[in-house]
């Protein structure tokens, strides 16, 4: 692993040339996701300011332009027509203001049909590195180009930690007001949402309180990239806590969670209606975020970055990692959030292919079993040893995943194998694979998995066993690597 000075890491890019050759280098690995949204140079992270707008979907991610390393972070723009072909847009929001100046960390889009405005937190630190988190806000000009506003909405709170960042807008109709969630730790460094509220999108904010979410007063020790949509008649909340170990999720201190209940905006309560659900249950999921604009009132969409913090992935050798998952469309079904991949995704798939064993690079594969132990090994050797090993127990109603049997292991300290505790038997897994990725939908989208893998060239092959259907398709390719900064 490289070792990165403070002063490689917040290098500020001046100039596109800066890092053409590392585009290049990045762009030639053989983990290039072929339908992910993934990084033009160095490391994404969290998604940010995704939505819809003017008949086009807007998305951001957390970019750190110079290897596979958080430091410096800018918004870096794409852009789709269907949530599935992806165009490099260049640069969206830089730090290059006093309220910025280590970082234009991660936040959230707003339209008001006209106009597209991002909210994100402005990440200033002063010379002895001491930290201030500003809430700002920028708007889209006729070009796209983010038109910072000259001063940030607001300043942190004396009475929480440094740590108070993320801002989501929402406006509520009935109140007439927006308002805007912040990731947040108090004093005690328990995990919190602050509440801000104005009548004026741009101007008048002050802060309405903390959000209070019954029974999870000590839930984690930072509440990053809170997320509220309204859906089927009721709220979802999600965030990502952290600096926390929860139930069946190995030593991994970062999660993504969510809440379905109601959000009452008079006493700053969210209720929730049961207990926080995961929101993947994988190795690699993390600060997703819903998409803003979505118009219809039953069906969200969702975000995630597949990566966590504090880890560390192979191709970092290449100085580069990070991907976005796909882009999920979800539905509020019995009680959870049930996810699927966005309708036209169906776009990507090619010819059914014959399931001999061999697995392409990039490739939809369909199980479906009656019931019993099953058994799926992915990228296997020829000879069907190693892999990704995902296993049923029928009797405990637990699907494992295992990724020990894999030659490019990983983040071995914070866990290698992970359970999916299911409450009905499982029926079916759709699994989406791309070069660096794996996604599964279980059950029709009750319970998903994302994995970071990084198959060698001897590692695409798989073998079953205990199922009843097994289908596969290719996939086609739906971004580019353009260089466009
Ligand atoms: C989550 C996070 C956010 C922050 C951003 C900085 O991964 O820590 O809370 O805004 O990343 O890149």
Redesign the pocket.
Known sequence: MREWTREERYRVLKSADEIKELHERNARSIYRQRFHVQPVTGLS??PNGFIYHKGLWHLYY?WCPWGAV?GL?YWYHVTSPDLVRWTNAGIGLKPDTIYDNK?T??GSGYSDGQDMYLFY?GNHRDENWVRTPYTCVARLDSNDNAVKMPEPLFGPREDYSEHQ??PKIVYVPEKKKFYIFI?AQNLSLKGRVLIYESEELLSGWRFAGELKVPGYEDFGGMW??PCIVHISGKDVLIF?PQYTKLPGRGESTNHNVYFIGKMDYDSLTFTPEGDYQYLDFGFDF??AQFAANVSDPDKAILIGWIGL?DNHYPTEEEDWEGSMSLPRELRLIGGKLIQSPVADFDQLKGEEILADGSLPETCEMRVETPAGNVRLNLFTRKDGSGGLTICYDSEKRVLRVDKTGLAKRFNQNVGEVLDIPMEDSLTDIRLIIDRCSVEMFINGGKYTFTAHVYPTPEEHHYTVSGWDQVRLWQLGTSVKDDFVV
């Open positions: 992270s969290d957390q958080h972070k970082g960390h991660s937190t960042r993320d990731g990053e990239c990502s993390y600060a913090p």
